[in-house]
């Protein structure tokens, strides 16, 4: 396959042609969506050319943007931001972290158990699919969308446009639609690579007894990171 025998040059070049030069303009308007495509590039070249070829090194997003895309040769449309780097990632972290996020409650039949996935990384906690919506894109379309990408679940006939739950945490926007009735038997496989490890069935009493506990929510709603032998605290501020 092509990317067992290309190096480490030649792959920079190709992800800079098909996620920075060919992009619309609108694109590389701002640092905010040139370092969107930026990420997008990284996930292609850790999901994908890493798992044809190992030898290849791994880079945090960071080093990937910094020293193989700003600072190298391979994409000269960029080179103007070199030397600010560290202020565009910054920025762009700061941007990246208030875009609104959609995605779904999803209930089992008798609704005494909900859905919840968990991250890659083995710090990772519990959470129900969602993500970050696109420019133009409607709320339940970016719902439905991060849903069948983290679960292979097309939750599209099981929500309507009214039923939701919305909260607003650190200027980030999170709409969660209510996807109720969906059998437990489901096989969910996600489509996505290394983003989620793990889909399962939860009771809802246990997430309310972990809400109680230990002014884990209390925690959760000033920022902080919640230790809980379950993981629960991404799904806190959402339990009743």
């Known amino acids: 396959m092509y990317f067992e025998q290309t190096s480490l040059s030649e792959i920079l070049d190709d992800l800079c042609s098909r996620f920075i030069i060919n992009v619309p303009d609108e694109e590389l308007a701002s640092v905010a969506r040139i370092c969107f495509q930026i990420e997008q590039a990284h996930w292609f070249y850790e999901d994908f050319v890493r798992e044809i070829n190992s030898a290849l090194p791994m880079f945090s997003l960071r080093n990937f943007s910094a020293k193989n895309i700003l600072y190298d040769d391979h994409c000269s449309l960029l080179h103007h931001w070199a030397n600010e780097h560290e202020k565009a ?4 972290l700061q941007y990246k972290f208030r ?4 995605g779904a409650i999803i209930l089992n039949e008798k609704l005494d158990k909900c859905l919840l ?11 129900f699919p969602r993500g970050k919506i696109n420019k133009d894109e409607q709320d339940s379309t970016c719902a439905i969308r991060e849903v069948l990408e983290e679960t292979g679940f097309d939750i599209s006939p099981y929500i309507q446009d009214k039923q939701f739950i919305e909260v607003v945490i650190h200027e980030q926007r999170i709409k969660l639609f209510i996807a109720a009735g969906v059998p437990e038997k489901t096989v969910f ?4 690579r290394k983003e989620t490890s793990k889909i399962e069935w939860h009771k809802i009493s246990g997430l309310s007894a972990s809400r109680a506990k230990s002014g884990l929510a209390d925690l959760f709603e000033a920022g902080q990171v919640a230790k809980s032998t379950n993981r629960y605290y991404m799904i806190i501020t959402f339990v009743s």
Do not use: A, E
């Open 89 to 92: 990632y910054n920025d762009f």
């Open 99 to 102: 875009v609104p996020v959609c």
């Open 117 to 127: 996935v968990k991250g890659w990384t083995s710090r990772s906690g519990w959470g």
């Open 189 to 192: 496989i996600p489509l996505t």
